[in-house]
């Protein structure tokens, strides 16, 4: 679609503002249209490192792919990538077509986009400041060829900085932030901060997912509590807003991440798998929602 057929009058891409460079209107442009056959826009984030954020964005993306819906995984983590270890994509190369990048499809409803992608060896440390990683996410919302998707999830790197804010500067309809943490009140507290980070920017906060809540036992399946339990739930009460689900430690999710396999596709029978399940749930209401 091109802009000036657009009949989406409410569009802030439609027009030129004032004090913009055509080049950047120009170029604002060509990302609403790529934005435009997305329908929901998705930023997980953390508070700090270490809290299996990436590992709930890969199994909300396939857990969404699961159910039908056409996914997007985007890793904007540009100086620790990894997602494509977890999808078993470490040595792929990528391909382009008169369309744009070709995004790596991982069966028939997701398709994944990382930096690694295009680093010459896995170990590669890319040494950016903030205005370079700006570029090249805004290159892999624009150049990248999507397609139609009804999410897009996006892999933030911890923290406040230069990644998730460019995302939402970017995409200027994104649906919200989902925040993952651990029980712990240092994690919790952390996350606190990337709540307030939302608020002052705009971005909706979709809800708190609470990560290695408890460890289940691989013979019995008995949840314990061996640090703390219910940190993600009263983060969530306190700075009021969704609390999304727990998922405990469990060794099946550790091993699938490391074998490149997501633990829902190799494990999806189990009681963890379920909760992933019940998590993207809010999610997946956002698009009844929007039919409605």
């Not at 984030?45 to 159910?67: F, I, P």
């Not at 509590?225 to 009021?240: P, Q």
């Not at 727990?246 to 997501?262: L, R, Y």
């Not at 798998?273 to 929007?290: C, V, W």
């Amino acid at each position: 679609m091109d802009c000036k057929s657009c009949n989406k009058e409410d569009c802030p891409s439609k027009n030129q503002r004032p004090d913009e460079r055509l080049e950047d209107f120009l170029e604002r442009q060509e990302l609403a249209k790529r934005m435009c056959k997305i329908k929901h826009k998705i930023l997980v984030m953390s508070g700090k490192g270490g809290v299996g954020k990436s590992t709930v964005a890969v199994n909300m993306a396939v857990a969404l792919s699961r159910e039908g819906y056409n996914v997007g995984l985007l890793d904007v983590d540009i100086h620790g990538p990894s997602i494509p270890t977890m999808l078993n994509l470490k040595d792929v190369k990528m391909m382009q077509s008169d369309a744009g990048v070709l995004p790596v499809k991982v069966g028939p409803h997701l398709k994944v986009i990382s930096i690694a992608f295009f680093l010459e060896h896995p170990e590669q440390a890319v040494i950016w400041r903030g205005p370079m990683k700006m570029g090249v996410i805004k290159q892999f919302l624009k150049d990248v060829d999507w397609g139609d998707l009804d999410y897009l999830i996006i892999d933030s790197p911890p923290g406040t900085g230069d990644e998730p804010l460019s995302v939402v500067q970017l995409i200027e309809d994104i649906d919200g932030g989902v925040m993952v943490t651990t029980p712990q009140e240092v994690a919790a507290s952390d996350v606190r901060r990337s709540v307030t980070f939302c608020e002052k920017i705009n971005l909706p906060v979709l809800g708190v997912v609470e990560n290695m809540s408890g460890f289940r036992c691989p013979d019995c399946g008995k949840v314990t509590d061996i640090f703390s339990s219910g940190g993600g739930r009263k983060l969530a009460e306190d700075m009021k807003v969704p609390f999304l689900g727990k998922v405990p430690i469990d060794p099946a999710v550790v091993q699938a991440g490391d074998e490149g396999t997501p633990f829902v596709n190799a494990y999806g029978g189990t009681d963890t798998a379920r909760e992933f399940n019940e998590i993207i749930q809010p999610i997946i209401d956002l698009e009844t929602e929007k039919r409605t």
